[in-house]
């Protein structure tokens, strides 16, 4: 029965491993081209700019709209974060009200506390018995 199952996962796994190397390689491919298409649409544009402004002053405008998105996208990252360490203590704290409500309620009424458990349990061992 063992190996029957540990042959089942190991070919489950292979296929995966399989499927992550063949999706890997194609998102690099995909990246590098749009990486290069990047490129061309910045040089195309400092060509165009270059007719407009001079070879100077299209670099120089392109460099600036480069650390403005670069700024834009360091501004929502912090955003997105401090959202995110907010929502955790939150959590935390929700967490600790009801732990602390739970302790409350075990020195308060203790027997409720042991027929609650009693039950949880007595539930699952119910529950646990299946016919195949």
């Not at 995909?30 to 165009?48: H, K, P």
């Not at 007719?51 to 501004?75: E, K, N, R, S």
Request: glycine share 6%.
């Amino acid at each position: 029965m063992l190996s029957i199952l540990s042959l089942v996962t190991g070919a489950s796994v292979h296929r995966t491993v399989a499927r992550a190397k063949r999706n890997s390689i194609f998102i690099a491919v995909a990246a590098l081209f749009l990486l290069t298409a990047y490129a061309l649409a910045v040089t195309a544009g400092a060509i165009w700019l270059a007719g407009i402004y001079g070879a100077f002053g299209a670099v120089l405008f392109l460099a600036a709209c480069a650390l403005l998105i670069a700024i834009i996208a360091l501004v929502v990252m912090a955003v997105i974060n401090a959202r995110e360490k907010r929502r955790a203590r939150e959590r935390r704290a929700a967490l600790e009200s009801m732990a602390a409500v739970g302790i409350g309620l075990i020195r308060s009424q203790p027997l409720l506390t042991a027929g609650v458990l009693a039950a949880i349990v007595a539930a699952n061992l119910v529950g646990s018995k299946r016919e195949d």
